[in-house]
């Protein structure tokens, strides 16, 4: 019978049958099939709970995003506006402006959610 997750202990259970479940070759709304589907929801339940992943600092989603892009910080001019405005973004002395989260957004394809955050505010 399928039951909330309410410890550790049923987690790591539910995450062994997940596992071998999907190691199975599983024909669709079987009740295999139907039964990972109700795990998968549980163990996300369980996860989002008690292991929440917290959005990235804007700052550090800056850096990333140029690290992924092959850029140095020198290519935010344009998009900032002035040498001193991304040294002061990028060490954290002045915030992001709604303008400034629009831009990276769009020229960079920054997520807005990963540069709005309490430093941004």
Do not use: T, W
């Not at 295999?32 to 549980?42: A, G, K, M, R, V």
């Not at 996860?47 to 989603?61: G, Q």
């Not at 001193?84 to 959610?113: C, D, F, G, T």
Request: charged share 30%; glycine share 0%.
């Amino acid at each position: 019978m399928i039951k909330p997750i309410r410890s550790k202990k049923e987690y790591k259970a539910a995450l062994d049958r997940v596992y071998s479940l999907i190691q199975s070759e599983l024909k669709v709304n079987s009740d295999e099939y139907n039964e990972l589907d109700l795990l998968s929801i549980l163990v996300e339940n369980y996860e989002r709970k008690h292991f929440p992943i917290e959005l990235p600092d804007p700052v550090e989603a800056i850096k990333f995003r140029l690290e992924q892009l092959n850029l140095e910080p020198s290519a935010l001019i344009s998009i900032l506006g002035s040498k001193s405005r991304v040294s002061e973004i990028l060490n954290r002395k002045r915030k992001l402006s709604l303008a400034m989260i629009r831009m990276l957004h769009n020229k960079l394809n920054i997520p807005a959610s990963s540069l709005i955050s309490e430093y941004s505010k």
